[in-house]
């Protein structure tokens, strides 16, 4: 154990108090993480239209919405956060990669511009980049950006409060189907397992955006649409495992492709067997997940089946069902809640690419829902 905080004690203060710290850090961290079930719901704020951040935070409470994702530690918002008990998943864009992964002094400065300036923020983790792209130059960054911030926040006693971890996109499988199979791309090893191996010995899940919108989206002749809006339905038989939902199935592809990146064998370093052999697979959050629904209200009520799965009553049907499956686990992890975040709060219309990008939102501007849509 004391050998997985190796990169940690380097950094933190090197003195008995400080293990014993870290010690107990870690037994509030897995008590943190076993006790988070509720939905939370991503704040994009790509939007011409939207209300003020008060506003906003004052409609996450009217609606019982606990926790918020936040794309970026946007100082209005914060200030709007304070006093609220809403607890925050806040991101680092990747523009700000490049001086964080440089050097140590500019996450300090980060983590006390940003986290510890605002103690009456619950900050529950920081997602050291979104979706990065693999290919990109900001990719070699976000390691070595995750174990910094990581660092500012041992400096600022904060570990134990705040989990760092980034935002993947399921496309760094190679294979998600069946989900025991369920692997990282090879080309992207080097990227996913220092992350993997990172989050493991500091006990912080990986997010992971998961969803079965693109996957059906992208594979309509061979999913069924009753398993992608996550409806009862008469399930399948995937590596002779019962699967009733696709999300399950993707959420236990990724566990599948954690635990083999981890798995002693396909390691170099004598550090990781042994962290293997004692330390869990990280637990996955789900850091979005949700469904578009058309740019105006269609002509005329529509039907699951109807042929075009972006309709707002499928969307109204998929996070409802999303709300009901998260509280149970996957088969993979029976009995364990997944904690995740729907996105979005509104519709985003400065956001780029396709057009089912911008529609998203779960409320109008005006802070109407668009559908009905329960939080508890
Ligand atoms: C929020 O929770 C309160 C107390 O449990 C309940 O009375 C209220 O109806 C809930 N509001 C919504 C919008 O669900
Ligand atoms: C990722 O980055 C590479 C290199 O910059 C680029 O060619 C590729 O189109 C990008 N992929 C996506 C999905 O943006
Ligand atoms: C999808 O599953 C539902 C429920 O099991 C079933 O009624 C329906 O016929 C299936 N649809 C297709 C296209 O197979």
């Known amino acids: 154990m004391a050998n997985s905080f190796s990169f940690s004690m380097a950094t933190c203060r090197k003195n008995l108090l400080s293990t014993i710290m870290i010690m ?3 037994l509030i961290t897995i008590s943190r993480h076993s006790t988070v079930a509720e939905v939370g719901v991503c704040y994009g704020r790509l939007g011409s239209n939207l209300p003020c951040p008060e506003a906003v935070v004052a409609l996450y409470k009217q609606n019982n919405i606990t926790k918020m994702r936040l794309y970026d530690p946007d100082p ?3 200030r709007a956060l304070g006093g609220s008990g809403i607890e925050l998943l806040v991101g680092i864009p990747e523009a700000d990669l490049p001086d964080l992964a440089q050097c140590q002094c500019h996450a300090n400065d980060w983590v006390h511009a940003k ?40 400096e600022a006693g904060l570990e134990s ?3 760092v971890s980034t935002s993947i996109k399921t496309d760094l499988l190679e294979k998600s189907s069946p989900p025991s199979d369920g692997v990282f791309k090879s080309s992207v090893s080097w990227y996913i397992k220092p992350i993997v ?7 912080a899940p990986l997010l992971a955006n998961v969803y079965p919108y693109f996957a059906y ?4 002749e061979n999913i069924n649409l009753s398993f992608a809006l996550l409806q009862p339905n008469s399930g399948v038989v995937l590596g002779c495992v019962y699967y009733d939902n696709l999300f399950y199935a993707i ?14 064998s396909s390691s170099g370093s004598s550090t990781t067997a042994a962290s293997a052999a004692t330390k869990p697979t990280p637990k996955l959050t789900v850091s979005e997940s949700g469904h578009s629904t058309p740019p105006k209200p269609p002509p005329k009520p529509q039907r699951v089946g109807d042929g075009d799965i972006n309709t707002v009553e499928n969307a109204r049907i998929y996070n409802n069902n999303l709300m009901r499956i998260v509280k149970k686990g996957t088969p993979k992890r029976p009995g364990a809640p997944i904690e995740t975040y729907i996105f979005a709060m509104f519709d985003e219309d400065l956001k780029p690419g396709p057009e089912y990008e911008r529609h998203f939102g779960i409320f109008l ?3 109407q829902p668009k559908y009905p849509l329960r939080f508890y």
């Not at 990109?136 to 070595?144: D, E, G, I, N, R």
């Open 217 to 220: 989206m992208n594979d309509m």
């Open 365 to 367: 501007p005006d802070g």
């Open 76 to 78: 209005p918002t914060l």
């Open 161 to 163: 409060h705040i989990a």
């Open 197 to 203: 191996e990172f989050l493991r010995d500091t006990n």
């Open 24 to 26: 107990l850090g870690l």
């Open 251 to 264: 959420v236990d592809a990724v566990y599948s492709a954690m635990e083999k990146i981890l798995a002693p």
């Open 115 to 154: 986290i510890a300036s605002y103690p009456n923020v619950k900050f529950r983790y920081i997602a050291v980049g979104n979706e990065v792209n693999t290919s990109s130059m900001y990719a070699p960054l976000v390691f070595p950006a995750m174990q910094h911030i990581y660092n500012a926040l041992c």
